[in-house]
Every structure is written in structure tokens, then in C-alpha cells.
């Protein structure tokens, strides 16, 4: 069986400016994983947004990072 989840949380700092942030995990089973020759057994995922929007437009800066433990 697998394991897996996603999280997600967002804050306004002001009406226009806003800073974003999403967590993710995925974990097969490991025999599994092995029996089926996966190179993969973990997954996780971290990304940080800021948005500034104004009216119509916005703008953002992201980071995003993926790890993956084979």
C-alpha cells in the first residue's frame, strides 16, 4: 500500500500581497516498490509562493523543490 498526502496553506498579508506554501509525500510500499524494480521509494515536494496582484494583473515569485530518495 501506499502513502501519500498533499497540504496546502495561503495567507493575505495585505489585500494585494500574499504568500503561499504547499507540502507533499509520497511513499510507496517498499517491497513493493522493489519487487516491481523501482528505482523510486520517496517523493516530497516543498513550494513557497509570494503574489502580488492589483486589480485584473498579479505577479509572483515561486520556489519549488523536489526530492526523491531512491
Known amino acids: 500500500m501506499s502513502l501519500g498526502f498533499w497540504a496546502q496553506a495561503g495567507f493575505n498579508v495585505t489585500k494585494e500581497f500574499s504568500i503561499w506554501a504547499l507540502y507533499g509525500q509520497q511513499t510507496p510500499d517498499e517491497d513493493d516498490a522493489k519487487a516491481a524494480q523501482f528505482a523510486r521509494l520517496e517523493n516530497k515536494t516543498t513550494n513557497v509562493i509570494a503574489q ?9 515569485a515561486e520556489w519549488i523543490n523536489f526530492k526523491t530518495e531512491n
Open 52 to 60: 502580488y496582484r492589483d486589480g485584473g494583473y498579479g505577479v509572483s
